[in-house]
């Protein structure tokens, strides 16, 4: 993906505009650093209607009410909220519906706080149990072609596809003392 002077984009934009070509029309989130380019860019979208959510599991039922009413939508969350929407994402195997989101990855790569371990060991497990299917990018160049990937599989094929940002490719996080 390039920009219109060529040169490439930045892996957040490409995937902010992967999302766009898809015909995304709600993002659905729970604030995180690793997610603030499409936030923001989302926000001051006027094709793209943002949704402050206080707990992942609500984006579970955000993003298949979109559907029902006719649009597309993805869910942010951070790997810790994954745990929070196992018993939500029953919804998405009992109703059909299709489901996409964006995972930022913690208790991977340098990570500084224990508590993010757990569920960053876990969380592609938890995606597969509850029959999602998961794609991880590893690096910036391939960013926008795994998220097109999981989209037209989520939205065209019907299927449940959860994307995994890996923590090295979002950057480290440091604990500031």
């Known amino acids: 993906m390039t920009s ?3 040169e490439p984009l930045e892996w957040h934009e490409a995937i902010f505009q992967t999302l766009k070509e898809n015909n995304v029309q709600q993002v659905a989130y729970v604030p995180d ?9 989302a926000k001051a979208d006027p094709d793209i209607r943002d949704i402050v959510l206080t707990t992942e599991e609500e984006g579970v039922a955000v993003v298949s009410g979109a559907w029902l009413g006719g649009q ?12 929070n929407c196992v018993n939500m994402f029953s ?9 996409f989101t964006l995972v930022t ?37 391939e960013a926008a ?8 599989s989520a939205f065209d094929a ?13 950057g480290r996080k440091k604990w500031m003392r």
């Not at 919804?91 to 489901?99: E, G």
């Not at 340098?110 to 938890?126: D, I, K, R």
């Not at 072609?145 to 037209?152: H, R």
């Open 4 to 6: 219109p002077n060529s």
């Open 33 to 41: 650093a690793g997610h603030s380019h499409v936030i923001k860019r």
């Open 72 to 83: 597309r939508a993805v869910l942010l969350m951070q790997s810790s909220g994954v745990g």
């Open 91 to 99: 919804l998405l195997d009992s109703c059909r519906f299709p489901f």
């Open 105 to 141: 990855m913690r208790g991977e790569y340098a990570e500084f706080n224990p508590w993010q371990n757990s569920m960053g060991l876990a969380t592609e497990g938890a995606l597969e149990l509850m029959g999602i299917t998961v794609y991880r990018v590893n690096s910036p160049d």
């Open 145 to 152: 072609e795994i998220v097109d990937a999981g989209l037209v």
């Open 158 to 170: 019907g299927n449940r596809v959860a994307i995994l940002l890996s923590q090295s490719l979002i």
